[in-house]
């Protein structure tokens, strides 16, 4: 009993982290509802870049990749922003992505919709999906980097070349972006049907149409499949992931507490990211940087077999 209040209270004080966070990070929201003016604080926004969405007109880029990413397409390499992401994680891991990211909060707040059981994918297929924000941000970079070179070396086929890329010359991870769609796109998509009274606006292209369509799509999916945007699409999660597996901080397993997949195997059944942590080294396991540190398998095992550690 006294270890059960232990496990929710780890879930609770991470909820209402993320709560904060996502109205601290989103802070149109507190503008709503306080009636505040934070235009006055856009010094800081733009200074610390981890609002909203790419298109946030404060923020220029919105998270660190994407200021990454627009900093790139202005023919800038932003090594002092790179340099701290790349502490960050190091010191941190993917604590971000499992206590502070708004997107993050918002499919753990899905994963509370109430459905039978949650699924998962097989071993195979997950293997195969966690590979494709690895293969979007290749394919970002290899887009963007021609952008970053010709800035100054060959302004014409700059403008041209950025021209061409349309929006995605402007904010590369716009497109990739759940924060993008929720925070920016959607919004926009409604105003526009209440204002005509009508829907002609979801259906003006076809491009609006299939960000609408997929995204509403991976939202629901992420009621079933917990943090599917997260482990199989996000830009971020990608570069976190590469970076994450050599972070100081990560969970250890006792090989003497644990008492294995056959008699227990509860960690792996609750794990939102779906890391087989019974496949993982006992020294230390970061999923292959999947691991975003909510502690789940933390507070399930019965053993204490799980510790979080640093070194
Ligand atoms: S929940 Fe604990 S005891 Fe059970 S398999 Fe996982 S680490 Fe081992
Ligand atoms: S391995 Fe544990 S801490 Fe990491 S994501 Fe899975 S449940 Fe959370």
């Not at 690895?134 to 060959?154: E, G, Q, R, S």
Request: proline fraction near 5%.
């Amino acid at each position: 009993m006294i270890l059960k209040l232990k496990e929710n209270l780890t879930t609770k004080i991470r909820h209402v982290i993320q709560f904060i966070m996502f109205l601290i990070i989103n802070f149109g929201i507190i503008e709503y509802i306080f009636s505040l003016d934070l235009i006055d604080y856009s010094i800081l926004i733009k200074i610390l870049p981890i609002l909203n969405s790419p298109r946030n007109h404060l923020s220029y880029g919105a998270g660190f990749l994407e200021y990454i990413f627009f900093s790139l397409t202005e023919g800038t390499f932003p090594f002092f922003l790179v340099g701290l992401l790349l502490l960050i994680l190091l010191f941190s891991n993917r604590f971000f992505c499992g206590w502070i990211c708004p997107v993050g909060a918002i499919q753990d707040a899905l994963i509370g919709i109430p459905t039978k059981n949650k699924k998962r994918v097989s071993k195979e297929t997950q293997e195969f999906l966690i590979k494709l924000k690895t293969f979007i941000l290749i394919l970002l970079t290899i887009m963007t980097v021609p952008l970053a070179y010709t800035f100054t070396t060959n302004s014409e086929f700059y403008e041209n070349y950025r021209e061409n890329l349309g929006y995605m010359g402007e904010k590369p991870l716009g497109y990739f972006s759940l924060s993008e769609f929720i925070f920016y796109f959607l919004p926009n998509l409604i105003q526009e049907i209440v204002k005509k009274a009508n829907f002609e606006p979801l259906f003006k292209d076809f491009l609006t149409f299939f960000i609408f369509a997929f995204y509403i799509i991976i939202i629901i999916i992420s009621i079933w499949y917990p943090r599917a945007y997260c482990r199989y699409l996000c830009p971020f999660g990608a570069f976190a992931a590469q970076i994450g597996r050599y972070s100081f901080l990560k969970l250890t397993r006792s090989p003497v507490r644990c008492v294995g997949r056959a008699q227990c195997g509860k960690c792996e059944k609750i794990c939102p990211k779906q890391v087989r942590v019974l496949d993982e080294p006992f020294e230390f396991f970061t999923g292959k940087g999947e691991c975003n540190l909510c502690m789940k398998c933390m507070e399930v095992c019965d053993y204490m077999a799980i510790e979080l550690t640093f070194g």
